[in-house]
């Protein structure tokens, strides 16, 4: 069953993540990659968030240690970071094509001078 919700999971947020970037011209074909991952990304971080983080001795509680399920959520966590600022970066370099008011303004009064 929460393979089910995991599947349904990922299908909606690619669906969601597509929609935002269809507007945007993807002429190296990055972005489809790009939601894939984060999407993959997504559903390994809400799994292992599941699993214990640290291991603490029984004989000394005040000794603890990192699980590999940690270690593996701080990498899948950068790699997860990595991939929204890319996607992020290619969402504001396709809107700054587009003039904005402000922008139009500034180019207009610097021809004045």
Known sequence: MLKNSIKQLKESRKE?????????????????????????????????????????????????????????????LQQYNNCIKILTSILRKDSAEEDSPLRAFLSARKELQ
Not at 37 to 59: C, H, S
């Open 16 to 76: 969601e993540l597509l929609k935002i970037f269809d507007q945007v011209e993807d002429s190296k074909g990055i972005i489809a990659p790009l939601i894939d991952d984060v999407v993959f990304l997504e559903a390994q971080l809400l799994q292992l968030r599941n699993l214990p983080f640290i291991r603490v001795n029984p004989a000394d509680p005040a000794q603890q240690k990192a699980t590999p399920a940690a270690k593996q959520y701080k990498e899948m």
